[in-house]
């Protein structure tokens, strides 16, 4: 009968996108951009005693293209918690001059199509994809996408075992990137329009096009792969903000 | 023949979703955010003496990403008190600072594959599931959806015994969550752009997925299923409409 | 060969849909807002010597839910008219209150699969049909139609005794709702985006799901129809006018 | 092979829809109203010139409905010609109060599926065609349109003679109408999102959808045809320029 | 197996289209708009340099229709470039003018379905493609385009041999138009919404309509090709840009 995979989650996950108001910005004096920056800073460094206190992770991005300028990847341990963040940047000065352009809100998920012998939250290695810290590399990968459900074609009514099959095929694919590129995959069935919502984080955006390019080819990819939207970003550390937000 | 289910429908109910305009609500003077908020707490204070008198029920929600940033879960006992509320709301200073982001317009609706021997509306069960309150739960799960009529599978073309024998496998997959995951189905053929309306309530946000992907491999999920999108929310209570609009 | 049916077509009609602007309205002074319902009165005052003389039609609701606030119905006897009809309403001040949501534009069409014995433009009961007086029932229900042209099941290459059958039964399910829901149909080809436009009036708005849930079952709608969004309203006759815009 | 159809072209076209911002244009004064106009019946008046010497025609209508206030259609001997006219309008007073809507880029296209015995660019009845004064009737209606290109029934797979045999039968049901609607199809292949462009012709509006209604029972729209959104308007000749603008 | 092609990447692109906001210039002061131009042609001077250094490429348009006004296609070594030369133009005061409309990121890509025998990036022939200047024809076009992922249909499913041959067929379709056609191909999977953009050059608009309809009859495309917007663009060199910004 019903063949749902058993999936354990971690820290809840919300990207945000954000679409500067450079004009807007320009207009404002220097000292409210001042005022602006040193707050951001300041709710950043609030956020990196979080980091530091595994109590979550972050990471901001400035977006290459029109579909937005900053995205933030927030992770929390609970729904709320990423609410209160979402809301908290809204408060500060310097949202007034990035308009939300799109979101998207899961968890991080993982899954197996073989038993678990130990109580993963007591495994270290586990625990540390549950409860990661976000890769600090210069580029990031985000797309949300789901499994088709088709007329004749539905991953959902394939066997265990078939799903197993394919998804097993993929990671092989995948296997030649894994040093390259780590990711960060989470659910968000019942949370937002997709089923899952993918971020992969790489030194060289090449290998995003190379990886995905390569497992479009896998049975999976090619006939159950519904994909949305590819955001791409750079990092914004610390050590960039000013240079960005400089006129 | 015609197959259609017989339906009993009870309160209607307005979803309706707000983006909060923190730059506005920033640039007001301490005065106008008080009297906006002295102004829409007297009117949640209003709807709750609505709700004690079990003439209608109301729930408020911050929503997590960037969809919305309010959800008001509205019902009331005709189509005509749902548009004086949003109209009420409308007027309110409050809305000045909530942009219009979507809704969702239904009602409550009951139905069965077995036939009822009782007069529901003199079943007390009955009633207070056509006329509820809404639960106050921690968290907010809503997604309109509609049955698949494509061109080789069509759900309205099932016989009834099929419809019954799919949907009763379906309340099996969700029978675990029955304690932890209240809802409220309503039925929005007539009325808004997809079939059904459903709001899920639970105090935790991970029992939304929980049920939401173990029932997505169901056949009648699975199959005919047609999602909208997926907005969750953190419920508004009065203690907490302070923190949440404090600068 | 071609088996179009034939059809007979009676008064253009505009279905407008505005939001209103509540902030810039409660922004407005008294004096302004006076003279906006002054004006705006005298228009349907106008419009009303129009639907009295039978050269027209109109009515208007106020819409559940965020896809528009108000509704204007508008019949008349040319393209051009409503072209005119439309302007107007943009010239005058209560419009700068009221932003264009979207429209449908269209024709009242009847049509019969049976052959017509009599001229029906000598035929009364045909004429008021095609040259109607809005009924001013307490809700309207509006959505645009289409029939489907899929790959393998297509409405227009079915033979027109097919169809025939299909419409008959279509007729049979709405036969308990013919009292209670009035309803006025419009041919929409060339027009706008959908084949069809659908009104329906009735004073308890529960009929529409009941009458649209049943025949959704049927096969002409099961299979065959693609239906757009569906814009549910209350009447705003003159006696409610006041209240609706009074703060 | 590919069985391309041989196409000859003539003018460039543009579609530019333009939606009245009525509430600017009553903010504006008098005054400022008076000089767009001018300038605007100055640029009609240069336009008029280039019609009358063959180098290009125009035609500006008021569209029905909420999609656009204003459609112009615009042809020209090069697409460079277009995208100044577009901008030299852009430039006027009179654009201030008329935001985009949509637009639609496309190029005169006649095409046969007979050879043609001779040289196209010497027959003046060809040239008219391709070079055409655009018939200034009171009414237009324009869609967008593409062929479809399905998993199963493709146009662009069918061989040459089987097109042609769709196509006669398609002329075939429009011949009653030829002389009541005149139209002119442009190509759109590379240009904009659909592959063609219909622009229809008549003083009686009905026209449209009896000609379109009747075709699209015809196996080549009924299988084939892929409609974009409808547009109809209502020819602005000088003589009602004051009257549409006047307040 | 998995039998993807084998790919080589050059220089990253963005595809960068902003909307004029001619009524936002016309109010600018003499002054400003001198200050705004003078401040964009340094700019192009600097992109200019890095042309000539050949670190990069870049070309701008005013574009046909209402999609957008002006179209930038930037070529650079890495992402970050990319996103720096948009964040710069973003600082410009010329901006402020220019509201982003949409974008298009990806990066030059080369392919083949026969064995390289050599170092691709020892080859100069494939060096001159991998990092290009861009041709500066009279006109571009751009669209995206993916390759069909369907039920009984899908690119990504064909055994390598049998898109060669497709892909072959298509090669010859486009011969005729090798010469007067320039074209720059650019992967985008993972980097955006579809899997390639095509941008084309040329000195007369009507080649791309002629190309892309013959080509429309290949299989590849007829079956598999999925066309997203086209764009076309007249270019706008420094001689064009005073005409251009000139009221």
Redesign the interface.
Known sequence: ????MK?I?GW?C?H??R??D??KW?AASGQQREHALFEFKNLLKKWERIEENKQGSHSVY??????ADIMFMILRP???D??EV??EF??T?L??YMK??????S?IEKSSYSPMNTNPYEDPAMLSKLYPTIPKN??V?F?PMSKL??????W??LPAEERKRLMF?HID?GRPYTEKVKRIVT???????Y?WGVT?FCDD??Q???????T????V???Y?IFG??Y?G?VLKQDRINQ?FH?
């Open positions: 009968m019903n063949q749902a999936t989650e809840y919300l945000d996108f679409m500067m450079w004009t320009k400035t977006v290459v293209g029109q579909k609970s729904m709320k990423l609410n979402e809301t809204s408060k000065s949202a007034d939300p352009a799109c979101s998207y809100v968890v210069e580029y990968c797309y459900r088709g007329e004749n074609t539905n959902f009514m095929e694919t659910g968000s069935v019942g949370f937002d329009d089923e992969l955006a090449l995003f096009k190379k990886l995905i390019y390569a479009r080819f896998d049975e990819s090619a006939v792969g939207s590819f791409i750079n960005y006129l």
